[in-house]
């Protein structure tokens, strides 16, 4: 028998390739960036996003959908190996490094948004994406006011 709940599902696990994408691509940004302040920011929302990843696969089991694992999407992939090419070419210099994580940043906002504009979603649902969608905004703001903030720089 068919889960009536299957494209609530199908979208929470495209959301969950966003925050593979996010994870990794503040890893990578972790560990890249000279600047130790900025470093415990990117270390935060990776951690943070490991957490939007447990939070939706528990959804999607309590919808009676299967967990599917996910290393991210093809377009976070092809941003993630950028950020390493940017990181290599500017050796950590932390411009490139935050206009790079605003760049994947705004694609996951946008991706959020566009499930929470989805019908289909609702309920608790509702209330998980919602929740990620502003972490996810408030990490966006706190990272272009980094880029904005001279007294920030190395």
Known sequence: MENTD???????NHLIDI??????GYENAAKDI???HLKSHFTRYADERREYI???NDQIIKLGGELKHSEGGPVGSLHRTWMDFKSLVTGGDRDPILKAC???EE???????KAIENPIITGATMQ????QCQGIEDALKTIKAHLADESYKD
Do not use: M
Request: cysteine-free; proline content about 3%.
């Open 6 to 12: 299957q494209p609530v599902i199908d979208v929470l």
């Open 19 to 24: 925050a593979e994408d996010g994870k990794y």
């Open 34 to 36: 000279t600047d130790h």
């Open 54 to 56: 447990r939070i939706l």
């Open 102 to 104: 605003i760049t994947g």
């Open 107 to 113: 694609a996951a906002v946008s991706a959020y948004k």
């Open 128 to 131: 998980i994406v919602a929740a």
